[in-house]
T-cell receptor, first 115, second 109 residues
């Protein structure tokens, strides 16, 4: 399967701990996105990379959140000093040049629970 | 006001029925429009793009009214496998997708 993969699939952490999630996009896709989804809501945009450049960040992305894509391939999303409000599904998506802006391929997500 | 508004449902319809969903968006500068489908505990998947002229893909028809900032999805001859949440999605440019809350659909046998 050459789809978008995310690791871990589930993470339970205590409030105040740091967590890091990884996303591996589809290999020929140069665009990578992070979204957050809570129960009963649609995904909310967090940030977007084209190759290794982070081109847009949502104001949802507080200073406790940081995302990187150092070599333009996989990406990591780190949350420092987690809070209970960070509990959500974190989704990664990728797309390639030439596709319509909305044609994004999503990974299975990392479900974060902060206790 | 939410940027993309949808009736969350749930919609419960019998197999074979026709069902329609609507959504409105607030940003008149929005550039492109889509419907995504999300099955329970799964990731969203692109169902279809929505064009100003309207477009059809099998049993699915999508329409866009830019003047009213309104998007619709029609499903004909619904199947049990159509049960899912349908997300209305707007691209505001710079690759930023804005998702609606989603409309939950259950097709009953």
């Amino acid at each position: 399967d050459t789809g978008v993969s995310q690791d871990p699939r589930h993470k339970i952490t205590k409030r105040g701990q740091n967590v890091t999630f990884r996303c591996d996009p589809i290999s020929e896709h140069n665009r990578l996105y992070w979204y957050r989804q809570t129960l009963g809501q649609g995904p909310e945009f967090l940030t977007y990379f084209q190759n290794e450049a982070q081109l847009e960040k949502s104001r949802l992305l507080s200073d406790r959140f940081s995302a990187e894509r150092p070599k333009g391939s996989f990406s990591t999303l780190e949350i420092q000093r987690t809070e209970q409000g960070d509990s959500a599904m974190y989704l990664c998506a990728s797309s390639r040049p030439g596709l319509a802006g909305g044609e994004q391929y999503f990974g299975p997500g990392t479900r974060l629970t902060v206790t | 006001r939410k940027e993309v508004e949808q009736d969350p449902g749930p919609f419960n319809v019998p197999e074979g029925a026709t069902v329609a969903f609507n959504c409105t968006y607030s940003n008149s500068a929005s550039q492109s429009f889509f419907w995504y489908r999300q099955d329970c505990r799964k990731e969203p998947k692109l169902l279809m793009s929505v064009y100003s002229s309207g477009n059809e893909d099998g049993r699915f028809t999508a329409q866009l009214n830019r003047a009213s900032q309104y998007i619709s999805l029609l499903i004909r001859d619904s199947k049990l496998s159509d049960s899912a949440t349908y997300l209305c999605v707007v691209n505001q440019g710079a690759q930023k997708l804005v998702f609606g809350q989603g409309t939950r659909l259950t097709i009953n046998p």
